[in-house]
């Protein structure tokens, strides 16, 4: 029952793997072009890539002969037998990436070497010798791959949105244009020309592509030990976002992904920024061709260290060294500004927070038809009047804000932060924060595209600068975002504006809002089940933070109400718990 398959189909399968999307050629056509020693490259991109993706260098150009030969698999002028691989100094090695893009695109080759006074022009169409003719062209090589995936309909339904695919060929271009700082490059989408990069130091290149604010954010990092030289910058904690954005690992100018690395530098950063966030950081490490094994995976974005413990310890301890030799660490007080991760207790103080056991089969709302309020108003009540009546001057009430009119439930708040109450055996202690964040979110998901969504107009529309490629993923949502009453618009090259916004709260942080949106965007979690509850969710929480410390008793309760009607008060949408519950047991035993 076996049959070998036909030679074009197990091309196109092999092809897969090296270029998934117009990005991946991207990717690979650059590297090809640095790799040919030019010292300009020009990346002219149509439609997001799905027309048109060309590359234009400078380099060492090829002769007739080659110009042929590269697109046959396994071709590389760059290694001639193993033992090579374990000394690789170019971006290429495996022959394959060429002979791919033919079998799923149409190709257009021109090149020619500083030796020949002619060049050569190739067109390849699946992987057939179309055309091969002698032209008249500049040093270096031209590569235009057109109408990827023409072969391969099924592969071409999977693309993304043109933002989409966009933004990834942003972000390989920047990638190879990070690592390359040396090198002149332009991209070009649509015929606008999106970035000019002249030759330039590493941070002058980091500088161009994110923006000059970054001049004063950037912390250098500086290390040389036998087996590796580390360099590059951190972003000092205070500029740390609540998107992944910025991570950029450079080994021997390769970008790669490295968990263990990015595991060294969140240690490294641990207590100078919250949980929500994440370090931002450009690092460049050399380390000898020969202890690292580029061949693991067909992008080569991942890589082997022959000593990853060491790697792992020296970054660890050098960008902590740096962030203390800048000062940066005492000077923070992270945890009040910018951040939405809410510090439980006052600075300062410790206190040990009660062990808390929660029976899990127990459900107190199971409940559905009536409020859990409604139900138990008057027991709250006679058990608050009985518990907590003859405790008012005592030191332990003092920790406890009490309030709440003689009519309305007992609930009381303790630094604004929990809320207290109780139920008929034992105690409830819920965060209000995530409360509010549960309720809000439960709110805009049911006036998810009524036009007559309650949005306020800003009086200063909130500008937020983003790197392009976040822009282009907030020009997609824009439509998305509008439904739930944000209104959204680019605003020059490199920000966005945020015109209304759902809420009459006038203390929104809009860069803290765009973050987390875009955050949940770029990765995939299975909380929501609809994209757009991914906004509502970042909206619920700009706003449960900027009332935060502000909300009035009377809010308070009626924000409890508001929790207990809900369908499952017990957890967010992320399966956090919103309350806890100490029971009756758990409090005896407390003063045994
Ligand atoms: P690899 O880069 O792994 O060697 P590719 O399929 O990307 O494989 O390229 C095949 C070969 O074509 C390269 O080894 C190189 O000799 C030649 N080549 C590709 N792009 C260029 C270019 N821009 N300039 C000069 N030579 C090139
Ligand atoms: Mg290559």
Redesign the pocket.
Known sequence: MIELLPENVANQIAAGEVIQRPSSAVK??L???V??R?TKIQLIVKDAGKSLVQ?I?N????NAS?AE???KKH?????KSADDLFNIS???????????IAAIAHVELK?RTPEDDIGTQVIMEGNQLVKKETIACPI??S?AMKNLFFNVPARRNFLKSDNVETKHIIDEFQRVAMAHHDIHFTMHHNEHLLFDLPSANRKQRILSIFGKKYNERLVPIEETTSISKIHGFVVKPEFAKRTRGEQFIFVNNRFIKNSSINHAINVSFKDLISKEHFPSYFLFIEVPTNTIDVNIHPTKTEIKFEDERAIYTMIKSCVRNSLGKYNVAPTLDFETESSFNLPPIEQGKTITPPSIKVNPNYNPFHKETKGYVEENLDLIQQNFQKEFDHSNHNDYAENFSSFGSVSSPHFLSYKNRYVVTTQENGLLLIDLFRAHQQIKFEELKANYSNVNIITQKLLHPLEVDLSSGDIQLCVELKEEFLKLGVEIDQFGKDSVVIHSFPTTSTSIDARAFIESCLESFKHENTHFEHPYEKIAWGIAESYAYSRLNKLKNEEINHLMESLFSLASPKFNVKGLPILSEIDENEISKMFK
């Open positions: 690979e056509l590297e090809n072009a790799d040919a030019s590359v260098d380099g060492f150009g090829m080659d030969k590269c697109f071709a590389t002028s760059k290694i170019s971006k290429g090695f495996r022959g394959e990436a060429l002979s791919s090149t270096g090589t590569f």
